[in-house]
């Protein structure tokens, strides 16, 4: 099955809601309540809520968001009503960069029918759309389970390519940590903070803009961030940009700093 573009529009969407399978993963790290409770008072017509925390990662250590056992990630698609041949649409509503990370797990276990809403929901909602209230439950289904998660690269093998850090200048220079038990970043580590990817309005920038950010890199970049998902964020921005799909690393700063390694924190 070829692969969707990355991204569809909020034009596009309306137009095949009842050809997609809409997830909402909104998602607010100060409140795990957060995505449902917005979930419930408005989303999308006939989208479904997937939690980032229970659904799409397993239990923290040492990263905040490790990748679920895959069995478990293959009955969450189920219980969404995703089967292998689903056209996956997700969004949030900070542009893009919490709905990116289901948007990479789907690739990376060769569901290439997934993309994001650009703009998210706030997009969707700026363009006048129909939303609806309350819970949306599907009828489930069986989602064969994958061999595993590809595309992943481990702390150990770094130092083989480029790595990015998608995290805030400030967070990267270690002049803040709001969550992490040391500041700074990885050893060599460039900084290309998930703001970058997005325009004024909250939409990607063009491929040639992304290029200008992401190309001449080299043939293997990896990506990361705090714990593994705004790290998918930069992950689609090189798709987006025609480059390939980088490998990510999923334990990013957050597993780095809670095995106590070192760090840098000069600028980029």
């Known amino acids: 099955m070829p692969a969707t573009e990355p991204l569809i529009t909020p034009e596009e969407l309306s137009e095949r809601l009842d050809q997609v399978v809409a997830v909402d993963i909104r998602w607010a790290l100060t409140d795990p309540n957060h995505g449902r409770s917005v979930y419930l008072t408005g989303h999308i017509p006939g989208a479904v809520f997937a939690d980032l925390d229970t659904d799409l ?78 819970d949306r439950l599907p009828t489930p289904v069986v989602y064969p389970t994958p061999v595993g998660f590809s595309g992943t690269v481990e702390r150990d093998r770094l130092g083989d390519g480029v ?47 992304l290029v200008s950010l992401y190309g001449g890199l080299g043939e293997r970049v990896f990506v990361s961030c705090g714990s593994g998902v705004n790290a998918c964020h930069d992950a689609l921005a090189m798709v987006v940009a025609g480059l390939p799909m980088p490998q990510v690393y999923v334990g990013s700063f957050s597993e780095w700093s809670n095995l106590d390694l070192p760090v840098e924190t000069e600028g980029d």
């Open 163 to 209: 790595l990015i850090d998608a995290r805030a200048p400030e967070r990267y220079r270690g002049e803040v940590e709001p969550v992490d038990p040391k500041a700074g970043h990885i050893p060599g580590a460039i900084n290309r903070p998930t703001s970058s990817n997005l325009g004024p309005d909250g939409r990607f920038r063009t491929p040639a803009e």
């Open 57 to 134: 990662s397993g239990p923290p250590g040492p990263g905040r968001h490790p990748l679920p056992e895959i069995a478990g990630f293959a009955a969450t698609l189920g219980r969404l009503g995703i089967t292998p041949g689903s056209e996956v649409v997700v969004y949030d509503d900070v542009g893009g960069t919490v709905a990116a990370r289901l948007w990479w797990m789907l690739r990376s276990i060769g569901h290439p029918t997934s993309r994001v809403l650009d703009g998210g929901y706030r997009a969707w909602l700026d363009r006048g759309h129909l939303v609806e209230v309350g």
